[in-house]
Nanobody
Framework: VQLQASGGGLVQTGGSLSLSCAASGNIVKVADMSWYRQPPGKQRDLVASITNRGITNLSDSVKGRFTISRDNAENTVYLQMNNLKPEDTAVYYC???????????????WGQGTQVTVSS
């Protein structure tokens, strides 16, 4: 099982970016999918999460600006980021709780991280 993230890049303040993350491999089922971010020199924090029924949760710092969604058929989670601010600059990581077919157990998997830089 692996998560492949894409998107990110450099944008000016007020701009928009979109991230996506696809889970692949011997997957039986995908439960919660999430996005975390880690600014330089700081800890990794939860940004947004979504259940497989579409219930979302966003951190206060991104409410009203970011939207999380998913495509269950494609095991893919998205993060649409609007009105970006310099403090959104970080490496963004996707995370998913996955039941894999090999040992039929649940585990959390991480994507490789993608850089988002917002210039002032």
């Amino acid at each position: 099982v692996q998560l492949q993230a894409s998107g990110g890049g450099l944008v000016q303040t007020g701009g928009s970016l979109s991230l996506s993350c696809a889970a692949s491999g011997n997957i039986v089922k995908v439960a919660d999918m999430s996005w975390y971010r880690q600014p330089p020199g700081k800890q990794r924090d939860l940004v947004a999460s979504i259940t497989n029924r579409g219930i979302t949760n966003l951190s206060d710092s991104v409410k009203g600006r970011f939207t999380i969604s998913r495509d269950n058929a494609e095991n893919t989670v998205y993060l649409q980021m609007n009105n970006l601010k310099p403090e959104d600059t970080a490496v963004y990581y996707c995370n998913a709780e996955i039941l894999d077919i090999d040992d039929y157990s649940w585990a959390h998997y991480w994507g490789q991280g993608t850089q988002v830089t917002v210039s002032s």
